[in-house]
């Protein structure tokens, strides 16, 4: 059963830092492509960046600079290094998983969320 678990969320000043980190089981972690999206209120879920199995990553515009999005095969982590963050970086934050070989694609499979809330 294929679980992603993640934590870090919380308070932040704008200016502040958070990490977020996301463990996943039940599956081969390191064959698998991660990504960060999130959803701020009374909008729809955003892809916020990727790190794909060979260690390429990709960012959406608005955290490019800012974030950085790492992985952990060894202990089947994924984790994203959220500085200079501003208020409109305020959502739950949720992990995913998704397995691509040539036209095979296995999930994305999803955690539960984190919040996120930067206010002064």
């Known amino acids: 059963q294929v679980q992603l678990v993640e934590s870090g969320g919380g308070l932040a000043q704008p200016g502040g830092s958070l990490r977020l980190s996301c463990t996943g089981s039940g599956f081969t972690f390191s064959s698998y492509n991660m990504g960060w999206y999130r959803q701020g209120p009374e909008k729809e879920r955003e892809l916020v960046a990727t790190i794909s199995s060979g260690r390429r990553t990709n960012y959406a515009d608005s955290v490019k600079g800012r974030f950085t999005i790492s992985r952990d095969n060894t202990e089947n982590t994924v984790y994203l290094q959220m500085n200079s963050l501003k208020p409109e970086d305020t959502a739950v934050y949720y992990c995913?998983?998704?397995?691509?070989?040539?036209?095979?694609?296995?999930?994305?499979?999803w955690g539960q969320g984190t919040q996120v809330t930067v206010s002064s």
């Open positions: 995913n998983a998704e397995g691509v070989w040539g036209t095979v694609v296995v999930g994305p499979y």
